[in-house]
Nanobody, 124 residues
Framework: QVQLVESGGGLVQTGGSLRLSCAAS????????MGWFRQAPGKEREFVAA????????YYADSVQGRFTISRDNAKNTVYLQMNSLTFKDTAVYYC?????????????????WGTGTLVTVHS
């Protein structure tokens, strides 16, 4: 059974940083592109960042470009999202997801697997 378990969410002040982790099990992690998505209250889920299987290519939403960094450790079956310079607009439930194709992750639909999410709340 495939599981994606996010952690690292919490309460942070504006301008602060958090690092999210997503631990994967039940799949050959290195064969999957990974992504981070988020859903703010009252809004649709949106793409945040993606990383290809070999950790070479990454892609970001314009809203987080330059502030967020996605990375992965295939030896630990874990993908990370380093979030800096957080604002209240970053408040959301953050989800990780996996798919065998980088393009699918970027598109954000039809993903093979999803995690259950971790809440990030940015306050002033």
């Amino acid at each position: 059974q495939v599981q994606l378990v996010e952690s690292g969410g919490g309460l942070v002040q504006t301008g602060g940083s958090l690092r999210l982790s997503c631990a994967a099990s039940g799949l050959t992690f290195s064969r999957y592109a990974m992504g981070w998505f988020r859903q703010a209250p009252g809004k649709e889920r949106e793409f945040v960042a993606a990383i290809e299987r070999s950790s070479g290519r990454t892609y970001y939403a314009d809203s987080v470009q330059g502030r967020f960094t996605i990375s992965r450790d295939n030896a630990k079956n874990t993908v990370y999202l380093q979030m800096n310079s957080l604002t209240f607009k970053d408040t959301a439930v953050y989800y990780c997801a996996a798919d065998m194709f980088f393009s699918t992750v970027v598109r954000g639909t039809g993903m093979d697997y999803w995690g259950t999410g971790t809440l990030v709340t940015v306050h002033s």
